[in-house]
C-alpha cells in the first residue's frame, strides 16, 4: 500500500481550519499529522512532523509573537521551504491580489488556490503538489499570466540609506527588535522605516518588499 500523503493544515481561524481537517480527513490516502493557528507553529510543526505538505493561509495574527517578530503565510512559507526542502506548500486563502500571490510564489509555495474552490479542487490540489506538479486556481493563473508581460516600470523608486540598511536586515531575516538593536534605533523608528519602504515598492509584506527590491537591484 502506498503511505498516505501527511498535511499539516494552518489557518488562524478553528471553524475553517476545522472544515478543511475534515476534507482532508475523509479523504482516501491523506492523513492530516498536525494543525497550526499561526505561522510560527506552522514552522514547528514542520520540523517536528515533517510532513509532505503544509496547507497555508496567507493571514494569520499571533497575539503572542513579540512586535516584528510575527510569521505571515508568505514568510513561514519561506522559512519552510528552507529548512524541510522535501515539504512543499500550498496556499489555501481568500487573499488573491497581485502582491499576495507573488509573495507566495516567490516564497516558494508550490500552488496558490482560493478557499472559495470545490472540495475537489482542493484535495486535487494538494494531491498534484505533493506529485511535483502545480496547483493554480484559474484567477491566480490568469493574475501571474498578466503581471509577466506588462511591462516593467522605467526606474526603481529611491530608498534612503537607513531604509536600504533596514531592508537588508529584513531580508537576512531579522525581526524588528533585531534590527533596532543592530542600528541602535528603536523599534518605532524600524517600523516607520518600514512603513516608508512599503509605500514607495507599492508592497504589503516583509517578503514582498525584499523581493521587490531585489528585482530593482537594490539589494
Known sequence: MTDPIRVVVADDHPIV?????????????????????????????ARSERPDLVLMDLRMPDA?????EQLDGSQATARIVEEQPATRVLILTTYETD??????????ASGY???????????AG?????????????????????RMREPQASAAPSLSARETQ?????ADGLGNA??????????ATVKTH??????KLEVSSRTRAVTRAQEWGML
Do not use: N, Y
Request: aromatic fraction near 2%; proline fraction near 4%.
Open 64 to 68: 503572542a509573537a513579540a512586535p516584528g
Open 17 to 45: 481550519r476545522a472544515g478543511i481537517v475534515a476534507l482532508l480527513s475523509a479523504t482516501d490516502g491523506i492523513e492530516v499529522v498536525g494543525q497550526a493557528a499561526t505561522g510560527r507553529a506552522a514552522v514547528e510543526l
Open 99 to 108: 502582491d499576495h500571490i507573488l509573495g507566495a510564489i516567490e516564497a516558494g
Open 113 to 123: 488556490l482560493l478557499k472559495a474552490a470545490p472540495p475537489e479542487e482542493i484535495v
Open 194 to 199: 518600514l512603513i516608508h519602504v512599503f509605500e
Open 126 to 146: 494538494v494531491r498534484s503538489v505533493v506529485a511535483g506538479q502545480t496547483a493554480l486556481a484559474p484567477a491566480i493563473a490568469a493574475t501571474l499570466v498578466r
Open 166 to 170: 533596514v531592508l537588508r536586515l529584513v
Open 178 to 187: 533585531q534590527i533596532a538593536t543592530a542600528l541602535f534605533i528603536s523599534e
